[in-house]
């Protein structure tokens, strides 16, 4: 499990049920209340089957918010030049990143789910180009299957499965298709459906800090497990700060290099002070390159590495 740090830098649409079993009784002759409005502080877990979906019909027609959630390949300078006249830390710092190969970027949505949407086109580019295609997804569908058992502890098992299922799905296109199937046709299919994936990673997140909350603990404070969950997780739009970021990390046993961008700094730029790795001892992906993000003050953006 990695260790979680609380001087690292802080940074997700509604959200399944909880179990039957966390809900306190109902008598059965109260009056149906009347619909609610779903906003950024609604958690996954307190939504109804009307609510699920309303929201599903919701994400299935909106094609034109859909294609700007990842944009296209842009070369870095163009991010160098926004922040020309502002703070020359953030300008050595992308000249670092540049003179070490680190050229390109896409930027994604601002939408508070910009993390967890990039890490998951991220999760699934690197499977399609690992050198065993088939025997890397069938290692990767193992620790899924394993983590949603987890996730039945927390979340009715009919609503957890309806996001992951368009994960299983993805990830079947790229073992059936394989490296016929190019890296923007994989991003136009998570762009159908990219709501449902980055939501069910925020459940695995939640689900990990949950089940167990020892490595997280310390790094909560003023809230209950389950409330913090709930608010800064599961709620609709909540950006993900390090605590979720570690624990989707490890329910998945991938390694991040997170590139940050920031205004402090002093003497010249240093790869230490540029990357951060989250790496589980358990990782799976060890033989494969990291998922790689670019992180500025709110945001997360997908960085290339070097060729």
């Not at 502002?86 to 540049?98: C, K, P, T």
């Not at 003497?267 to 494969?288: C, H, R, W």
Request: hydrophobic share 40%; net charge negative.
């Amino acid at each position: 499990m990695t260790n979680l740090d609380p001087s690292e830098p802080t940074e997700s649409p509604a959200a399944p049920r909880v179990r039957s079993s966390e809900l306190p009784d109902v008598e059965d002759d109260l009056v149906a209340p009347a619909p609610r409005e779903i906003n950024e502080d609604t958690p996954l877990s307190s939504l109804s089957e009307a609510e699920i979906a309303a929201l599903t019909e919701k994400m299935l027609n909106n094609p034109e918010t859909r294609t700007k959630l990842i944009a296209e390949i842009t070369p870095i300078s163009e991010l160098r030049d926004e922040y020309l006249g502002g703070s020359q830390n953030f300008v050595d710092q992308i000249d670092w990143l540049q003179a070490h190969g680190y050229t390109q970027f896409r930027r994604a949505a601002r939408d508070g789910n910009c993390f967890y949407r990039s890490v998951a086109f991220s999760y699934l580019d690197r499977l399609l180009h690992a050198p065993d295609i088939p025997g890397t997804v069938a290692r990767f569908r193992e620790v899924l299957v394993s983590k949603e058992r987890g996730l039945t502890q927390v979340f009715q098992e009919d609503v957890h499965q309806e996001f992951s299922e368009q994960l299983h799905t993805l990830m079947k296109l790229i073992e059936d298709l394989g490296v016929a199937l190019t890296t923007e046709d994989l991003l136009n299919q998570l762009l159908e459906v990219s709501d449902y994936v980055s939501y069910f990673f925020r459940l695995l997140a939640s689900a990990e800090i949950r089940n167990n909350p020892e490595p997280y603990r310390d790094f909560i404070f003023d809230q209950e497990i389950v409330a913090f969950c709930q608010s800064q997780v599961e709620a609709v739009d909540s950006e993900a700060d390090h605590i979720p970021m570690m624990a989707l990390c490890n329910a998945l046993r991938i390694t991040l290099k997170l590139a940050t961008l920031s205004s402090h700094g002093q003497g010249p730029v240093q790869e230490k002070e540029v990357f951060t790795v989250i790496s589980p001892d358990d990782a799976m992906d060890k033989n494969l390159p990291p998922i790689l993000l670019l992180f500025r003050p709110g945001h997360y953006d997908i960085l290339l590495g070097p060729k």
